[in-house]
């Protein structure tokens, strides 16, 4: 053993268990140079490489309730984290034999193989023990449960005593979901009453084990539509399965919040947050409208209503502040041409200030990055009007600046930077070709 006692070797293991397993790969990774040397670090190394792929195979026995037990976007965790290791550790104390039978059988799994039944027995035995709790490795678990939140080893035995039908369910879902016709519907509905045999109350937490699996977790609301037979807001916001609904109003609500919230110094990553949470916003709003019957005196169509004109003001409110931020970022004067009209030129004797640049880059991004949810969420005709005065701005702004590279009248390295600069507005304003336009330009001027 490297010269290791088996008592440090014991230390060793426990330590190795509590690394996160965020962590536990980083931790392999730093060990590997000294795997198989013989020395103590390499049997630390053999011991960390075989905590992760045990820790791989525990991730697959329990994966139709892994997600349930770490937190996905806008959604709080429904189990604590730790609780796939602390059932993992109680299946090894009452049953090793189960437990060493699934991780040979693991140690085979290549891509889309079926899981061997063996996963299924272990979730079934670990469901059997929450819930009876007659042993001292279970009662472990369920105190190391309640302490988190009551009640939660309860719903914990009952999600996992259902984990067998989810992990034959789940790999027809995304097909599902794609293509609601009434076969597939009717599949959903068996689904859904084998469900209610394991008890009478296991529906709501089927849903959450096929929710949490979702690619697109408002896509829930197909599989409720169809089970339902596309229900009336009032129906479903007093059903079992009103949760649902609500946490996606809740997350709409966030999300509308991360627009009002957005700081542009944040640059083009914090555009592109905004943008995401708009997409998302919109999306949900579509599914709401188009797979649930909204009253527009409904409990969810009031609400969805409301949650639509914030959503279309506070997007507005930042494509108001485009072509201002993009104004202050290329240092501009203004000159007369003719009458009364006036235009900003290029004012070359200021340098760019990096500030102004990267504010403007992150309102640029909401412009660009909004165009896929524009039409739907309310604000296409302003943001249409913005682009459009951006787009005669900076092409004159280019080409003013073209006209003094060509004449020679201003520091050349400075027409350059401010060039490069308004092409890339451009690339997000425009699109890409007209950015690549003025660059090509400005290099045989």
């Known amino acids: 053993m490297g010269g290791i006692s088996e008592s440090k070797m014991g230390t060793v293991r426990r330590l190795i268990e509590a690394v996160p397993d965020a962590h536990i790969r980083t931790l392999e ?63 090894k104390a009452e049953a090793p034999e189960e437990v060493a039978q699934a991780l040979r059988a693991g140690l085979s799994l290549r891509g889309d193989d079926e899981s061997p039944p063996i996963f299924d027995d272990l979730c079934l035995r670990a469901a059997a023990g929450l819930a009876a709790g007659e042993t001292d490795a279970y009662r472990a678990v369920t105190a190391s449960l309640e302490a ?168 507005e409110g930042r494509l108001k502040e485009v072509e201002p931020a993009v104004v202050a970022a290329l240092p501009s004067t203004p000159v007369r041409y003719g009458g009364k009209s006036m235009r900003a030129t290029p004012k070359v004797t200021d340098d760019l200030n990096p500030a102004m640049i990267t504010r403007a880059e992150a309102l640029l991004a909401i412009l660009d990055g909004t165009r896929a949810s524009a039409a739907h969420g309310g604000f296409g005709s302003l943001r249409t009007k913005v682009m459009e005065a951006l787009d005669g701005r900076l092409e004159h702004y280019a080409e003013d600046l073209i006209d003094l590279l060509h004449s020679g009248d201003g520091p050349s390295e400075r027409l350059r930077d401010m060039l490069d600069t308004v092409a890339s507005f451009l690339a997000m304003a425009k699109d890409p070709k007209a950015a690549e336009l003025v660059r090509r330009r400005a290099a045989v001027a």
């Open 29 to 91: 990774t730093a060990l590997a140079s000294v795997g198989g040397d013989g020395s103590n670090l390499s049997v630390v190394h053999d011991l960390v490489s075989a905590e992760v792929v045990e820790r791989r195979i525990r991730s697959a026995v329990f994966a139709p309730v892994g997600p349930l037990c770490a937190p996905l976007a806008g959604v709080r965790p429904f189990f604590p984290a730790q609780a796939p290791a602390l059932l993992w550790r109680a299946l």
């Open 148 to 315: 988190t939140s009551p009640g939660v080893s309860g719903r914990m035995a009952q999600g996992l005593s259902l984990a067998p039908l989810a992990r034959a369910t789940l790999p027809r879902v995304a097909g599902w979901v794609r293509n609601l016709n009434s076969d597939n519907a009717a599949a959903l509905r068996l689904a859904f009453r084998d469900a209610t045999t394991v008890s009478e109350d296991a529906g709501p937490m089927f849903m959450e084990l096929l929710f949490t699996h979702l690619e697109e977790p408002w896509h829930v609301l197909r599989l409720i539509s169809a089970l339902m037979d596309r229900p009336s807001d009032r129906y479903l916001a007093s059903s079992e399965l009103a949760g649902f609904g609500d946490r996606l109003m809740t997350d709409l609500d966030q999300r509308i919040d991360t627009v009002r919230r957005f700081n542009p110094d944040g640059g083009i990553e914090a555009g592109m947050a905004v943008c995401q949470a708009v997409l998302g916003a919109t999306l949900e709003v579509a599914e709401f409208e188009q797979w649930i019957a909204l009253a527009k005196d409904g409990p969810w169509g009031t609400r969805l209503t409301s949650q639509k004109r914030a959503l279309a003001l506070a997007v």
